[in-house]
């Protein structure tokens, strides 16, 4: 039955993931939202003891989670291997489109970890990107914390 202005909308419990939420509450949900809500799985304990467990383990910090999305690992990985590269450039090593690449060079940007220089040659526009300091540092305690989970997943 569809809602109208005057229903009131459904409850949701609480312990309900956001996923579930949103499904619960968009009755008219695409089909993909509702079976991502029902087929969720949970997240992995890494390292975290469960509730009530007497077994002490170590916690391990959450990954950065701007360079943890696979594009942004990808523009951040190449520029860690080369001194600066160009829009273009990234664009074919990364083989993604003009405007994905955009989105996650201005959110790498924004976030301090990676520098764009504008500039023209000829009537061309051409931007160059490089790895800040701060961005060489990130990346650098974003691979110690995933040797970090793979040294633990090996003892486990």
């Known amino acids: 039955m569809p809602r109208t202005r005057s229903s009131p909308r ?4 609480a312990s309900y993931s956001a996923k579930q939420r949103f499904a619960a509450k968009d009755e008219s949900g695409s ?7 029902q087929h969720e799985s ?3 304990n890494l390292g975290r003891a469960e509730a009530g467990s007497r077994r002490r383990t170590a916690t391990l910090p959450e ?10 690992l990808a523009i951040v990985s ?3 291997a080369n001194p600066s ?10 083989s993604t489109t003009d405007g994905n690449l955009s989105v996650h060079a201005r959110k790498l940007e924004d976030a301090g970890y990676v520098a764009a220089s504008k500039s023209f040659e000829g009537r061309m526009p051409k931007t160059e990107f490089r790895l800040t300091a701060e961005g060489r540092r990130a990346f650098e305690r974003y691979l110690d914390h ?3 989970v793979v040294h633990a997943g090996r003892k486990a």
Do not use: W
């Open 10 to 13: 459904p409850r949701v419990p």
């Open 31 to 37: 089909a993909k939202q509702r079976f991502a809500a």
């Open 42 to 44: 949970p997240r992995p």
């Open 63 to 72: 990954l950065d989670r701007v360079i943890h999305e696979r594009m942004r």
């Open 78 to 80: 190449a520029l860690a």
């Open 85 to 94: 590269l160009s829009f273009i450039e990234l664009k074919a090593l990364l």
């Open 146 to 148: 995933l040797e970090a």
